[in-house]
């Protein structure tokens, strides 16, 4: 059974750059997470997909989104980046939407300089 | 939201030592996930566990839903459980995201 996996591992961007960052689901997961941790911090959740609908959003704007493709692999885009966004992105599937256990990706890590 | 307030901060462990850890949490639950996040960053779960106790080995997790808190427990800790240790719970109707407490910084000294 392959886990969660997330591409790339670092990345750094300037201010005003879009990026894309993408996570693959452990196999048999229908449901991707999305979140942003900082240093020193516990992550905060952006959205969840599931089946191809974004199925919750947190506390972040219009300039974060996402994808879910028809084999649940996920993208998140970040439009105009801002310092403030560099943090680490965790990925994190799951069987259902709910509260069913999720399970991260090692991240990805990127710096906004 | 629901806050989550994890406890202590920070811990420094003699190896072999036990410890406690207590996740606080101001609102029901529908679920809560401990999790360990070792220096490369990866979460790793520890525990799925909405009320009772379940144990893996040295460690064990106690939910008691009605008061608002788990507890996780490391017995004859060792160096590898350096890291941190996060608290995270879906609350809510439809609840579909966690939200995570600070978490306890553990090191464990040869």
Do not use: M
């Not at chain 1, 439009?79 to 943090?87: G, K």
């Not at chain 1, 509260?99 to 990805?108: M, R, V």
């Not at chain 2, 072999?16 to 949490?25: I, M, Q, V």
């Not at chain 2, 064990?60 to 459980?81: K, P």
């Amino acid at each position: 059974e392959t886990g969660v996996t997330q591409s790339p591992t670092h990345l750094i961007k300037t201010r005003g750059q879009q990026v894309t960052l993408r996570c693959s689901s452990q196999s048999g997961h229908n449901t991707v997470s999305w979140y942003q941790q900082a240093l020193g911090q516990g992550p905060q959740f952006i959205f969840q997909y599931y089946r191809e609908e974004e199925n919750g959003r947190g506390n972040f704007p219009p300039r974060f989104s996402g994808l879910q493709f028809p084999n649940y692999s996920s993208e998140l885009n970040v439009n105009a980046l801002e310092l403030d966004d560099s943090a680490l992105y965790l990925c994190a599937s799951s069987l259902a939407s709910g509260a069913s256990e999720q399970y991260f990706g090692p991240g990805t890590r990127l710096t906004v300089t | 939201g629901i806050q989550v307030e994890q406890s202590p901060p920070d811990l420094i462990l003699q190896e072999g030592a036990n410890s406690t850890l207590r996740c606080n949490f101001s609102d029901s639950v529908n679920n809560l996930q401990w999790f360990h996040q070792n220096p490369w960053g990866q979460l790793i779960n520890l525990f799925y566990i909405p009320s009772g106790t379940k144990q893996n080995g040295r460690l064990s997790a106690t939910t008691v839903a009605t008061e608002r808190y788990s507890l996780l427990y490391i017995s004859s800790s060792q160096t590898t459980d350096s890291g941190v240790y996060f608290c995270a719970v879906y609350s809510g109707a439809g609840s579909y995201q966690l939200t995570f407490g600070k978490g306890t910084k553990l090191s464990v000294i040869p």
